[in-house]
């Protein structure tokens, strides 16, 4: 049999490290009744490290999560799944994927407590082990003390911490979730952060949706940037600015000085003009070190540099650019 | 490796799906059916609107009940110490307590499936390790017992009916064994509505109309259908013979002198071949429940069973299955005795008769099977096309 996958290569090595665990997917593609919702996904969640799943409305991250979460079957391409064969064996797939989808349906009739033991049950995990476990999650996700009352009276907040209860009860070696941070403060989502930077400091692969990028910008290790249904982009490292991608762009700084026209002559000098905006001048620099280097020779040019930062996190600046201001 | 990947590929038209779609998922086990009975049945117990409904149930019946009671205790209707009271009280709380069970009973079911998915809260659990048939037949398992809480609850009444006498305590037994056994088979119906649809108001109407076509559109198709099983046939019939007899009458219209004699005679009829179409009759839960009920015992005044609903319905169903009988061409009049051997008779054959419950219990529960397996394949994940009009979560 030949594979016609012409565009995505058999990449005999990451699929020969699928045991490793994490998701990999090649060629993903998902249709509803011949519209395409993911068109050509190819994605990696290694283990140990926060991905995110960066994309416009529409472009198809949910449908992807729900394939990857064992509810949907692609119409091409394959999938594992911390080291197990969608296709192959969907039901062990499923007891190592944690899923936490984007709306927050709840049995609001039962308590935090009752529905995590539920989960715990419909898992299969030992009753007093899930029993601990439920104390230990209410903990994490600061329920304690409304463990006992219907999850009707859940602000939506909370709800949506209770799902992400709900998706980790069984220690998932691969976490999924849909845009987990909207509608959380801003204390939730630092306690967000922190929790899934945990979950994959303790050896999880963690894929997280979202369209919020700032939230993204101290969360994620990777990102990985969808359009359309199709990997437009990978970032590697984005902690540290952003390496790897397909289309590595330069990145665009903004420099605020004590005297605008010295710092215009001296950009002018180095050879880096630069734009002025309304909070200062942009100017666009190549690479991390080619930026140190700027700093240095401006404040060695004797200008009263006062900020020199990014214009625009390093997500948003590939979302920007490959969104190109259309939405679906 | 890279077979699996060529399995994976995009077939050559694109639309349909590779061979993954489906072999089915039939894990079942006591724990996951636990699992999920529990939790429907907290989700429902504990919504007040259950514990209304409940209060509502057994006001209604208590109502009703109580009207039937003093209707009967009053001597205008049936005279001081009517015969064949007991049954016919009986007949109409056991019609009252399985109308009310097969009205409310759907409620329990129609929405389990799409409900949950508008709530969001279906998904959650297919991702979990419950297998599909252990979702479908706890949400079952929890609308039945709902609905047998209900039945229960509705008993006393039943028994009441019971102590108004001359009611075989079998009756009480197989009416509450066989209502149950038909509330479990309309939930299993709207269950499996419930996956189909993708609309909760959709199942809903759809479960209605389904048992109100089991109740009522198969014993009306019978009686439609009746022309279709009416033909013109030689039989033999016993009739008087006229010729020669002048009748006189006395001023009172007595026949005076001798009845004229009986002669048989084969002439062309229009016959009745309801053993073709009995089974009609049979799928009726009306029929089910009073086709399995005993006989009231044979009344010592007058020898004969009296008449109630439910005899009717037992008597009209199984004559229906035997078909035409001789005695139906016997058009003699006869004396008191004779009429009253050819009913003892008559009787005697129906008792004989093999009953017709089994078979519109069986194709009830059939019905449910469906209702349930229609259920889990709709459960089933990963999901391959999905219904118009759903979203996975
Ligand atoms: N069940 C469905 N039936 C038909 N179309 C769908 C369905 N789910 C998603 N889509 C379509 O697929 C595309 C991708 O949707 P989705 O995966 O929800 O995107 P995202 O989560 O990135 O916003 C959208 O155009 C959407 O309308
Ligand atoms: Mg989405």
Redesign the interface.
Known sequence: MTAPVSSHPPPAGPFAAAAAGGVLARGVRRTFRGSVAVDAVDLDVPPGQVTALIGPNGSGKTTLLLVLAGLLVPDAGAVTVAGVDLRADPVTARARVGWMPDVHGTWDSLTSREVLATVADAYRMPRDAAAARVGELLELVHLTELADRPAHVLSRGQKQRLGLARAIVHSPAVLLLDEPASGLDPRSRVELRDTLRALAASGAAVLVSSHVLAELDELADRAVFVAHGRTVDVREDVQRGGTGGAAATARRYRLRALDDGALARALADLGAPGTPVAGGTDVVVATEAAAADLVARLVGAGVPLVSFAPAAGALEQVYLDLDDGERR | ???????????AG??G??A???RP?L?LSA??LG?VV??EL???V??TRWLVALAVWVAVIALVTVLVGLAFASEDLLGPDPVGQGPLVFSLIVFLVLSMGLLVSPALAATAVNGDRA???L????????SPLEIALGKLVAAWVASLVLLLAAAPFLVWAYAQGDVALGAVLSTLVLTALVLAVVCAIGLGWSAVCARPAASAVLTYVSVASLCFLSPLVFALTAPMVLTDEQVTVREQDFTGVTQEFDDRGNLIGEEPPCVEAVRTQPVFHSERTWWLLALSPYVVVADAAPRPPVDPRTGLTTFDPLSGIREGVRAARLGPQPEDYDFCTRSEAEFAAQEAARRERLDGARAVWPWGLGANLALGALGVAAAARRLQ??????A?GTR??
Request: proline content about 10%.
């Open positions: 490796m890279s077979t699996d990947l060529a399995a994976g590929a995009p077939p694109g639309a799906r590779p993954a779609r489906r998922d894990r724990r996951g699992t529990r939790l907290r989700q429902r504990r919504s709530a969001g809260t998904a959650p659990l297919q991702v979990t390790l419950l994940v990963p999901y391959g096309e999905l118009r996975v979560a």
